[in-house]
């Protein structure tokens, strides 16, 4: 574990030093903010493997900066909460968390969850250093080109040839809108003459995959009038 650096996030002091000790008898650096601004300030200065983030903290919460994170980054985010409610651990894994640790928590449980994230983020592939542009992040989507793979909040996600390239134009175009006919030409290679069916058709399959409430998508966009775009 000796050159990994975990990104601390508590506003309770006690919190997170006794982390750090933690972590550091593991051989982890560590590097620790006090909320979620601060934490984005530490992002842009190192290089962080795996972030702790609480969700109750003054000026940007764990929820808010999370999704903040999930704009531009792929690492991986453990959130701790003193709460315990089913509705903070849905909400905090919707808004693209990998774990969820509740306060007080058991030392050894919680290093062992640290570790299998660093594995997971770094030794099976996933550090974007590994990778560099043939990953796509988008919020809690990823998209590794070079395995022709896509992940939900780091979850696979079994698409066929076509829906992945839909995916692919839309996830590396994003913010684009597409028109149903451009979309067609573009992926199947032919004159988008009737497609209207056919594109919706795949849409509403990769919505059914990818959204957690397909009628409200959270990800991919209809633009009335115009076609389809995955939202920036």
Same mark, same amino acid.
Do not use: C
């Given at each position: 574990?000796?050159?990994?650096?975990?990104?601390?996030?508590?506003?309770?002091?006690?919190?997170?030093?006794?982390?750090?000790?933690?972590?550091?008898?593991?051989?982890?650096?560590?590097?620790?903010?006090?909320?979620?601004?601060?934490?984005?300030?530490?992002?842009?200065?190192?290089?962080?493997?795996?972030?702790?983030?609480?969700?109750?903290?003054?000026?940007?919460?764990?929820?808010?900066?999370?999704?903040?994170?999930?704009?531009?980054?792929?690492?991986?985010?453990?959130?701790?909460?003193?709460?315990?409610?089913?509705?903070?651990?849905?909400?905090?894994?919707?808004?693209?968390?990998?774990?969820?640790?509740?306060?007080?928590?058991?030392?050894?449980?919680?290093?062992? +969850? !640290?570790? #299998?994230?660093?594995?997971? /983020?770094?030794?099976?592939?996933?550090?974007? =250093?590994?990778?560099?542009?043939?990953? @796509?992040?988008?919020?809690?989507?990823?998209?590794?080109?070079?395995?022709?793979?896509?992940?939900?909040?780091?979850?696979?996600?079994?698409?066929?040839?076509?829906?992945?390239?839909?995916?692919?134009?839309?996830?590396?175009?994003?913010? +684009? !809108?597409? #028109?149903?006919?451009?979309? /067609?030409?573009?992926?199947?290679?032919?004159? =988008?003459?009737?497609?209207?069916?056919? @594109?919706?058709?795949?849409?509403?399959?990769?919505?059914?995959?990818?959204?957690?409430?397909?009628?409200?998508?959270?990800?991919?966009?209809?633009?009335?009038?115009?076609?389809?775009?995955?939202?920036?």
């Amino acid at each position: 574990m000796n050159n990994y650096n975990v990104l601390v996030v508590d506003d309770e002091k006690e919190i997170r030093d006794a982390i750090e000790i933690y972590l550091r008898n593991e051989g982890i650096t560590v590097i620790k903010a006090k909320d979620g601004i601060e934490a984005l300030e530490k992002l842009m200065e190192h290089d962080i493997h795996l972030i702790i983030l609480d969700i109750m903290m003054p000026r940007l919460d764990g929820i808010a900066a999370t999704f903040k994170i999930r704009e531009q980054k792929n690492i991986p985010i453990i959130m701790l909460s003193a709460k315990s409610e089913d509705t903070d651990k849905i909400l905090g894994l919707q808004v693209g968390a990998d774990d969820y640790v509740t306060k007080p928590f058991n030392p050894l449980e919680f290093i062992a +969850r !640290v570790k #299998s994230q660093l594995r997971r /983020y770094v030794m099976l592939g996933t550090y974007e =250093g590994a990778r560099g542009d043939q990953l @796509v992040h988008l919020n809690g989507l990823t998209l590794d080109r070079s395995a022709k793979e896509l992940t939900v909040n780091g979850e696979p996600v079994k698409l066929t040839p076509i829906e992945y390239k839909i995916v692919e134009l839309l996830m590396t175009n994003a913010g +684009r !809108v597409f #028109s149903i006919q451009e979309i /067609y030409e573009r992926v199947w290679k032919e004159p =988008g003459y009737n497609a209207e069916n056919t @594109v919706a058709v795949h849409i509403r399959k990769i919505r059914e995959k990818i959204e957690i409430d397909p009628k409200n998508p959270r990800y991919l966009k209809v633009v009335w009038g115009i076609g389809y775009k995955m939202e920036k």
